[in-house]
């Protein structure tokens, strides 16, 4: 699903496709499932729907930590600081390890910016009195959807509107000369560049990258730095599980977007009800409907990759998203070997020399993986850092996207570009 913090990116996607007729607009249904409940996102504006029980020792949990905290040294504690015992035990412990695959304690919290709801707790005290759902919070409480065939329609329709004869495909990378400033392929051809902009994963573009001709030193600093990157830049795997289901969606699923699971009974960290995005989506919207699951490995999490679909299939039942496996038409699955890159404790002092080391050299390495900064890895903030890597090479224009990530997500719209 498609939301923006830029009005140019917006101008584009407006203009590569017809705001009437080729996009879907949807309010953000966002929910969680536990405690064999559904409870409206984000969960911390919403505890009163969960059990009295839990409710307690989520209230009294967060009033706890109304006196402030320390300095906190890593996403685990700036949980249980922000949030209290109770919702860390709960919901965002579990949740975030289910969607990170890495314990919390490894991770930095510095990347969390809007991603995550602050507590007000006179509002969540209301909500409690007043029985009142709370669900506008955040950046993606509206987004767009492509009508047609996915969100892979809208960079073809962005890929369109380029010069043809400057795009080349289906070469496969070989090495990178950045003391000669060329890119060699399998195939055997040399392109030569003043700047490369490259998106590949980092790392891989570290290991791939070699001097011809260097002073030693300059090559040892880079081996260097490069080793570092490797060994400290984690990641992710996502596995993606499709379900093409007979029928209609049951009642309690009509309404919803998405839905976030922190509980054992099921692998999946979040399911999208996917013909809810667009009717096109499925063959019949009025004999079929569809679920998208996401499930996370890392080696601290690692997975049994031939049973993956049986689990996802089990935790659907379990979870009440569908009533048994007769209700399957078909099953198609994914595995991305790079799918969230982590913001490990050690990421920035192991990414920025490799990202500084390469602009030395004529090279921006930008986009979800090239930079390796998941609070600037959406679709927008990616497409930005190309649109601003462009800018610094025709004009040493500021990169405000890959280097002020609070200031591109903050939402006052002065802070915006």
């Not at 600081?81 to 919290?109: D, I, M, T």
């Not at 379900?243 to 399911?271: M, S």
């Not at 999490?301 to 049973?307: A, E, R, V, Y």
């Not at 030395?360 to 649109?387: L, T």
Request: proline share 6%.
């Amino acid at each position: 699903m498609l939301f923006s913090h830029y009005p140019y990116f917006d101008r584009v996607m407006d203009t590569v496709m017809d705001k009437e007729s080729e996009w879907l607009y949807h309010d953000r249904s966002a929910w969680v499932w536990m405690e064999n409940r559904f409870i409206p996102y984000p969960i911390q504006n919403n505890i009163h729907r969960l059990p009295k029980e839990v409710f307690s020792e989520c209230l009294h949990g967060l009033l706890d930590i109304q006196n402030g905290t320390s300095e906190l040294k890593h996403f685990g504690e700036w949980i249980d600081a922000g949030f209290g015992q109770g919702l860390a035990r709960h919901f965002l412990r579990p949740y975030n390890y289910k969607v990170w695959a890495y314990p919390v304690e490894e991770l930095s919290h510095n990347w969390v910016g809007e991603r995550v709801a602050k507590v007000d707790i006179k509002r969540i005290i209301d909500n409690h009195i007043f029985d009142r759902d709370d669900i506008g919070w955040g950046p993606n409480s509206r987004f767009r959807f492509p009508k047609f065939r996915g969100t892979g329609a809208i960079w073809e329709k962005v890929a369109a509107h380029l010069p043809q004869d400057k795009i080349h495909l289906n070469r496969k990378l070989s090495r990178v000369n950045i003391k000669d400033k060329t890119v060699e392929f399998k195939d055997g051809t040399i392109q030569s560049y003043d700047l490369l902009i490259s998106t590949i994963p980092a790392t891989d573009l570290g290991s791939l990258s070699y001097f011809n001709t260097a002073s030693k030193a300059d090559t040892e600093l880079f081996s260097e730095i490069a080793a570092r990157a490797s060994s400290d830049l984690r990641y992710s795997s996502t596995h993606v599980a499709g379900l093409a289901l007979k029928g209609n969606p049951p009642q309690h699923l009509t309404d919803k977007c998405w839905i976030y699971f922190p509980e054992n009974d099921n692998p999946f960290y979040r399911v999208t009800v996917f013909s809810n995005y667009s009717p096109n989506n499925v063959p019949d919207i009025k004999t079929s409907w569809s679920l998208m699951c996401e499930v996370s490995e890392s080696p601290m999490k690692p997975l049994n990759h031939s049973s993956i679909m049986e689990e996802v299939i089990q935790g659907a039942i379990n979870t009440k998203l569908i009533q048994d496996r007769s209700q399957i038409i078909h099953t198609w699955y994914k595995r991305v070997e790079k799918g969230y890159p982590t913001p490990a404790i050690a990421r920035n002092r192991a990414l920025f020399p490799m990202l500084e080391e390469f602009k030395k050299h004529g090279i921006c390495s930008r986009g979800r993986f090239g930079a390796w900064r998941y609070e600037v890895g959406n679709m927008d903030h990616s497409f930005m850092q190309g649109v601003e890597a462009a800018g610094y090479a025709l004009y040493q224009a500021e990169e405000l996207t890959l280097w002020y990530p609070e200031v591109v997500n903050s939402p006052h719209p002065s802070k915006k570009h």
